[in-house]
């Protein structure tokens, strides 16, 4: 039953207007960068649009891992602040009840509907990171491969540039579900889903603060999500987001697994 | 055999300080409609939780119980006040969704509990574009398409037009007389509670304050009998008397009587005894009149 009730949350999230619009338009801004910032594609001349490639041509890598950047941060912020506002809205509408009385345990049907938002803002983050790759594939050259483009793991990447460019969209998909969870976790105490769904980007706008103080590798938010620092890699990539998605996901659970979210006057109107 | 489809034994619910629920004790039968009906605030989607077991009561217990229920049965069918579909997906779809998580009945049942709430399974119109009234339906649709044993209803009518409702008390009482299914509706629309109810639980400030049977209450009011004169009065009185019947003068030429007899044997017996009559009302208290001096006069 846990299955089929991920498998309905995959299905109301992924084909929500909202959900498709902001796939769209994320896909649509990332292709934009990879096709105008580039220039004609060919040998680069003087001016901004140098290559960064040594050989100095422009790639499919360095189009796709240096000038669609920008889009890496916005993917999951995007995704994962629509998937995770969810919750919310559930909880706001009613809907939770007629999903509630089927599953017949609060903790099944909470799990069941946080692993969705998981799902629904991993797939929507990693497979627009993919589209953007084939896009570029399409576009231009795919060698010759220089390891300068990318920030960390360069051994790895010369020697399995598609396995990096697989682990890159996974890294994206655990940011999602991370700003997804911050969404849910934002959900126990503020029940207007817009505001839920705002949290995370206040979230992201504020772990500027602790970081600066403790220059803690993990509170460093922007980087982790936008792979633009030299001292990170794939494991303690995995390993800051894995902290984050126990905490959030794990807080959530334990909260909307207990009657007493639901159990207030206010909450018991719906 | 009727049996019990929920019980509520001394139930009540407590937030903080304030009882929402208090002392609840009731049995809803299998082909039961049971009404219940009180002002806002007085508990009525709060029991509603409370029997689906989205939420537990504070104190007593609730019995619905599993045994004998048909295979696949959802038990429980629940339609709140509220009908928070998927917006941009059609009715079926956000039905079939539903269905899915149990995953227990076909995709025909899922259309023909959309066509039994009037509305099309085949329109591929999405809920956004529903009319409130369309969004209740297929909200009582989602209740009824599992086939449940007890139907939990929350204002059901709300938003309904008048052939809505007409269509909608007509479902219900084949939905109970028919599948024996035991239906608690909360309402505060008391036309029509008393319209498609067997029983009305009338509730204030979370306590029951009275059970009103539809029905066996309408059969036991009072007559009010009118002689031609003041005369016949008096021949009426020393009848009563004679025959142990409870009655109050209310005007010179009318008595208002507690009969215990159908009301054709009165009048027989009222013109063998050559009393003059000039009419004869019967006339139940209606549940509104209930309500107003029960639950708002106070009386």
């Not at chain 1, 649509?28 to 220039?39: C, H, K, P, R, T």
């Not at chain 1, 594939?137 to 990318?150: E, T």
């Not at chain 2, 000039?278 to 009386?299: M, N, Y």
Request: proline share 4%; aromatic share 10%.
């Amino acid at each position: 039953m846990i299955f089929r009730q991920i498998t309905i949350e995959l299905k109301r999230l992924m084909t929500r207007p909202i959900y498709l619009i902001a796939f769209t338009v994320l896909i649509l801004l990332g292709m934009g960068l990879i096709y105008f910032s580039v220039g004609d594609g060919g040998p680069a001349g003087p001016g901004e649009h140098a290559a960064p490639d040594a050989s100095g041509y422009w790639t499919a890598w360095s189009a796709l891992l240096t000038v669609a950047l920008p889009v890496f941060l916005l993917i999951p912020v995007f995704i994962g602040f629509i998937a995770g506002a969810s919750l919310a809205e559930d909880r706001h509408s009613g809907y939770w009840q007629f999903a509630l009385i089927r599953v017949n345990s609060r903790l099944k049907w909470v799990f069941g509907k946080i692993v969705g938002i998981f799902a629904a803002s991993f797939a929507g983050s990693s497979l627009s990171f993919l589209l953007l790759a084939v896009f570029s594939f399409l576009l231009y050259p795919s060698a010759p491969l220089d390891a300068g483009i990318v920030r960390f793991n360069q051994e790895f990447f010369s020697t399995n540039p598609y396995l990096y460019l697989g682990l890159v969209a996974v890294m994206l998909g655990l940011g999602a579900g991370t700003m997804a969870g911050v969404a849910c976790l934002a959900s126990i105490w503020i029940k207007n889903p817009y505001a839920v769904g705002a949290f995370p980007i206040a979230f992201l706008l504020f772990s500027i603060v602790p970081y600066s103080l403790t220059r803690l590798q993990i509170l460093d938010l922007f980087s982790l999500l936008s792979l633009q620092r030299t001292g990170l890699s794939f494991e303690n990539i995995t390993f800051s987001w894995l902290i984050y998605l126990m905490v959030c996901y794990g807080v959530t659970i334990i909260f909307f697994g207990r009657e007493s979210i639901f159990n207030n006057k206010k909450g018991a109107s719906r | 055999m009727n049996k019990a489809m929920a019980t509520a034994k001394n139930v009540g619910k407590a937030y903080g300080e304030h009882w929402a629920l208090k002392d609840i004790n009731l049995e809803i039968m299998t082909g039961e409609i049971v009404g219940f009906v009180g002002p806002n605030g007085c508990g009525k989607t709060t029991l509603i939780k409370i029997l689906a077991g989205l939420i537990t009561p504070t104190e007593g217990t609730i019995n619905v119980p599993k045994e004998g229920l048909i295979p696949g049965s959802a038990g429980i069918g629940l339609a709140m006040e509220s009908a928070p579909f998927a917006a941009h997906l059609s009715g079926y779809k956000n039905l079939e969704l539903l269905a899915y998580i149990k995953n227990v009945i076909s995709t025909n049942e899922i259309k023909q509990a959309i066509q039994i709430v009037g509305l099309d399974p085949g329109s591929g119109k999405k809920v956004g574009h529903y009319s409130f009234g369309m969004r209740q339906r297929l909200a009582l649709a989602q209740a009824i398409m599992e086939r449940p044993r007890l139907l939990l209803l929350d204002e059901p009518t709300n938003g309904l037009d008048a052939q809505a409702i007409i269509e909608l008390r007509d479902t219900l009482k084949s939905l109970a007389k028919e599948n024996g299914i035991a239906i608690f509706l909360a309402s505060h629309l008391l036309t029509e509670v008393e319209n498609v109810c067997d029983r009305v639980l009338m509730v204030k400030q979370g306590k029951i304050k009275k059970t009103f049977n539809i029905k066996s209450d309408n059969e036991r009011v009072p007559v009010i009998v009118q002689t031609t004169d003041a005369s016949d009065i008096e021949k009426l009185l020393i009848w009563l008397k004679a025959h142990g019947q409870t009655y109050q003068v209310i005007k010179a030429n009318e008595v208002s009587i507690d009969i215990n007899m159908p009301v054709p044997k009165l009048v027989n017996s009222l013109v063998q005894a050559n009393i003059n009559i000039e009419g004869i009302i019967k006339k139940a208290p209606t549940l509104e009149e209930e309500f107003i001096s029960l639950l708002i006069k106070g009386e």
